[in-house]
């Protein structure tokens, strides 16, 4: 059983930057698809960015050149730094995870953590 825990939300005014973290019980980062999701108030919830197979990376265009998610085998965790931050991404963000091919969709993550809250001011 795969288990995710998310750290590292917060309050950060507008422009600044925070980095994400996502403890997992094993060292699943290289055979996992990894993700990151976020949910605003009376939204649904919005990818954000996938890696694969220890190496490859995809963002979605909402975030790109802004956001980037890197893991360490070793420490078992999954990051998303995160720069530039606007007043709306302020949201709960969640790490996810599933066997197989890469998703864009939550439907195909079978593992979540339990989210963190980011708050930008603006």
């Known amino acids: 059983q795969v288990q995710l825990a998310e750290s590292g939300g917060g309050l950060v005014q507008a422009g600044g930057s925070l980095r994400l973290s996502c403890a997992t019980s094993?060292?699943?980062?290289?055979?996992?698809?990894m993700a990151w999701f976020r949910q605003a108030p009376g939204k649904e919830r919005e990818f954000l960015s996938w890696s694969c197979c220890g190496s490859m990376t995809y963002n979605a265009d909402s975030v790109k050149g802004r956001f980037t998610i890197s893991g360490d085998n070793a420490k078992n965790t999954v990051y998303l730094q995160m720069n530039s931050l606007k007043p709306e991404d302020t949201a709960v963000y969640y790490c996810?995870?599933?066997?197989?091919?890469?998703?864009?969709?939550?439907?195909?993550?079978?593992?979540w953590g339990q989210g963190t809250q980011v708050t930008v001011s603006s």
């Open positions: 996810a995870a599933r066997r197989g091919a890469v998703a864009t969709s939550v439907n195909f993550y079978d593992y």
């Open positions: 094993g060292r699943i980062f290289s055979t996992y698809v």
